[in-house]
C-alpha cells in the first residue's frame, strides 16, 4: 500500500468526513428487513462504506450490537449507519431477538 | 361443530385452565381473527398496567415496545379483515382468554415495586409462549384464508421475538 493509500484509509476512518472528502470511495449496502428477516443477512463491507437498513414492516427494529453500537430503523423506514471500524460482529434486533444479521467489515 | 368445540374447550379448561383447545373442531377464520385480535388487545392493556405501575427502565421500555407492536399488528389485523369482509366472531378461546388475562391483572395490581415487574416479566414470557403455541398448533393450521395465513405467521416471529425479549428482561431483573 502506498503513502496515498494509506493517507485516504486514514481519512476513511474518521466520521462524518467520508462522503464529504471521498464520495467515490464508499458504498452504501442497502440490507432489507422484510417480515423480521435482514436480507441479506450477511453483508461484506468495508470501513468508510454505509449500511442503510430498509424497514418494510409495519413494526420498529433496531440493529444492535452488544456493547457497541444501536441503530433504530422505524416502521416503513430506512435508517443508516457508517462503518467506522473493522471486524465482524454479529447485530440484531433488540426488540425482537430472534432478528439476526452479521458484517464482515474489511479495513 | 362449533359446540364440541366450546365443549372440549370448557372440559379442557376445568383441567388446566389453558384457554387454547388442541383437539376437537378448528376455529374458523372468523373465530381465529377474533383470537389473534384479542390477544393482542389483552397484551397492550397488560402493557398500559406495567406503565402505571412500574418504575423500572427495562420493564417500562418492555412495556411501550409490546404497546407500540401489538397495536401496530391489530391495525394490520383490522385493515385485512374489512379487505376480506370478514367479521371478527367473538368465541369461547377468546372469552377463556379475556378471563384470565382480567384475573391476571387483578393479581398483579395487588404488587408493587420489584415483585411487581418480576410477575410482569413473567406473565409475558409464559403468555407469549402460550400464545405462540397456539397459533403454531391451532391457528395458523386452521386459517383458511391466506392472507390471514400470512398474517398470523408474520405474527408469530412478532411475538416469538417479544417471548425472547421478555426472557432476556426477567433474566436482568435477576
Not at chain 2, 370448557?10 to 387454547?20: C, D, G, K
Request: aromatic share 6%.
Amino acid at each position: 500500500m502506498n503513502a496515498i493509500a494509506l493517507h485516504r484509509l486514514l481519512w476513511l476512518a474518521v466520521p462524518g468526513l467520508v462522503l464529504a472528502t471521498l464520495p467515490a470511495a464508499a458504498a452504501t449496502i442497502q440490507v432489507t428487513i422484510d417480515k423480521l428477516v435482514f436480507s441479506p443477512a450477511t453483508v461484506e463491507a468495508k470501513v468508510g462504506d454505509t449500511i442503510e437498513w430498509v424497514n418494510k414492516d409495519v413494526i420498529a427494529h433496531t440493529a444492535t450490537v452488544k456493547g457497541s453500537w444501536e441503530v433504530m430503523i422505524p416502521p416503513k423506514k430506512s435508517a443508516s449507519l457508517t462503518l467506522k471500524a473493522a471486524g465482524a460482529v454479529d447485530y440484531f434486533c433488540r426488540f425482537h431477538p430472534n432478528m439476526k444479521g452479521h458484517l464482515d467489515v474489511s479495513p | 361443530m362449533f359446540t364440541r368445540y366450546t365443549a372440549a374447550l370448557a372440559a379442557l379448561l376445568l383441567v388446566s385452565a389453558a384457554p387454547f383447545a388442541q383437539a376437537a373442531d378448528k376455529p374458523t377464520d372468523p373465530q381465529i381473527a377474533h383470537i389473534a385480535y384479542t390477544a393482542g388487545v389483552l397484551d397492550i392493556e397488560a402493557a398500559k398496567q406495567a406503565l402505571e405501575k412500574s418504575k423500572t427502565k427495562e420493564v417500562v421500555d418492555f412495556a411501550k415496545d409490546m404497546e407500540r407492536d401489538h397495536e401496530a399488528v391489530n391495525k394490520q389485523a383490522l385493515d385485512l379483515v374489512k379487505k376480506l369482509k370478514v367479521k371478527p366472531e367473538d368465541n369461547a378461546t377468546s372469552q377463556a382468554l379475556t378471563k384470565a388475562a382480567k384475573e391476571e391483572r387483578a393479581k398483579l395490581a395487588k404488587l408493587q415495586g420489584a415483585a411487581f415487574d418480576k410477575a410482569y416479566i413473567e406473565n409475558e414470557v409464559a403468555y407469549h409462549k402460550q400464545v405462540n403455541g397456539a397459533l403454531e398448533t391451532l391457528l395458523i393450521p386452521s386459517a383458511s384464508n391466506a392472507e390471514l395465513k400470512s398474517l398470523l405467521e408474520t405474527g408469530l416471529k412478532i411475538f416469538q421475538g417479544h417471548e425472547q425479549h421478555a426472557e432476556h428482561v426477567a433474566g436482568m431483573l435477576k
